[in-house]
């Protein structure tokens, strides 16, 4: 019943810039932090920006200065503004969150949820 729904994804060329947005919906209670992992042949999934329901960020060493996570709660989405893309930056990005779906009665259990993925290219 819930479902994290990504766009934005696509092929740039180095240097360009992409921007990719995350909207949570279904039966939700309410959602603690939001962000982005990603992926690329052959690697462990990894980290690339997190945000909390109170704005506190997180960033992979990796994107630093160049990525740009936030966050719109009223529309349950985040967004990765992602600038001076890198070949290394190609990989699968997914979106996830930890958030309290309705179905979890009076416990307010949290769960984590993932979309389904989205490429994101660069070619050099």
């Known amino acids: 019943q819930v479902e994290l729904v990504e766009s934005g994804g696509g092929l740039v060329q180095a240097g360009g810039s992409l921007t990719l947005s995350c909207t949570a919906s279904?039966?939700?209670?309410?959602?603690?932090?939001m962000g982005w992992y990603r992926q690329a042949p052959g690697k462990q999934r990894e980290l690339v920006a997190t945000i909390t329901s109170v704005g506190r960020i997180v960033y992979a060493d990796s994107v630093k200065g160049r990525f740009t996570i936030s966050r719109d709660n009223a529309k349950d989405t985040v967004y990765l503004q992602m600038n001076s893309l890198k070949p290394e930056d190609t990989a699968v990005y997914y979106c996830?969150?930890?958030?309290?779906?309705?179905?979890?009665?009076?416990?307010?259990?949290?769960?984590?949820?993932w979309g389904q993925g989205t490429q994101v290219t660069v070619s050099s």
């Open positions: 996830n969150s930890d958030l309290v779906p309705k179905t979890s009665g009076y416990s307010r259990a949290t769960y984590r949820y």
């Open positions: 279904g039966s939700i209670f309410s959602i603690n932090h």
